[in-house]
């Protein structure tokens, strides 16, 4: 690789960094991925993130409308480049994927519906979470990944999983302030009812609860109005 390849991958590697860095959701970390493998891989037209388990597959991240159709096939079949990819544990490279014996109905189909020739699957290593992933790159072309593809989309995994594990541990901790806020909001809220209309902790909920369904508010909503006002108006 010269030095002006390297150059450019190091400031890809750089601007995926910081447009992980600038997201709050795991989703848009992911998307940021795929985004990225595209364009460092110059040969693939399209890439993904598949997640899940066996028999439960998912696309959760995507760069166009092509790859879900794609990974559907696979999820329908329970195999191919990017299912195994996370099942096993490893790389899938494939060469001409019509007339690759690993996958002989989906590399069939994959070419003939979606005129996919070509894929580069790799694991994606997500923490926190008992689902596997895997980084899929697509293209019409047929044999259109390199063996220096295959290298850089395997760098882009281990570097993308450390960045998303940060996002998503730091997604985690909000959704835990916030659900402890909640159901701080809530006690207060039914010791409010409670005192002012001499009910039972169930009672309060229910009328929170009612409330809430009524008004198309969330519950929480309801509870810092209660904390607020010392009073529940119902419709």
């Known amino acids: 690789m010269d030095d002006q390849r390297l150059r450019m991958l190091v400031n890809e590697f750089a601007d995926l960094g910081s ?21 460092i891989l110059d ?3 399209a890439a993904s993130i598949s997640r899940g388990r066996a028999g439960d597959f998912e696309t959760v991240a995507e760069t166009n409308d092509l790859p879900p159709k794609v990974d559907a096939i696979q999820y329908e079949l329970g195999s191919g480049p990017c299912v195994d990819a996370a099942l096993e544990n490893c790389v899938f490279r494939t060469g001409d994927l019509e007339r690759d014996p690993r996958w ?15 894929m580069l699957a790799v694991r994606l290593f997500l923490e926190g979470q008992d689902l596997i992933a895997s980084l899929n790159c697509y293209s019409t072309a047929p044999d259109a990944f390199t063996e220096g593809d295959q290298a850089r989309a395997e760098l882009i995994a281990i570097y993308s999983a450390a960045a998303v594990n940060s996002v998503t541990e730091a997604e985690r901790s909000r959704n835990l302030r916030l659900a402890l806020e909640s159901n701080r909001q809530i006690g207060v809220a039914l010791g409010i009812l409670m005192g002012r209309y001499k009910i039972t902790d169930d009672e309060a909920f229910s009328l929170m609860q009612m409330a809430s369904q009524r008004t198309h508010r969330k519950l929480r909503d309801i509870a810092a109005g209660v904390a607020e006002v010392g009073d529940l108006e119902l419709p």
């Open 43 to 45: 040969t693939a037209d």
């Open 19 to 39: 447009r992980i860095s600038a997201v709050a959701k795991t989703v848009d970390a992911m998307h940021a991925i795929t985004t990225t493998a595209v364009s």
């Open 104 to 118: 002989p109905e989906f590399g069939r189909r994959a070419a003939q519906e979606f005129d996919v020739r070509s």
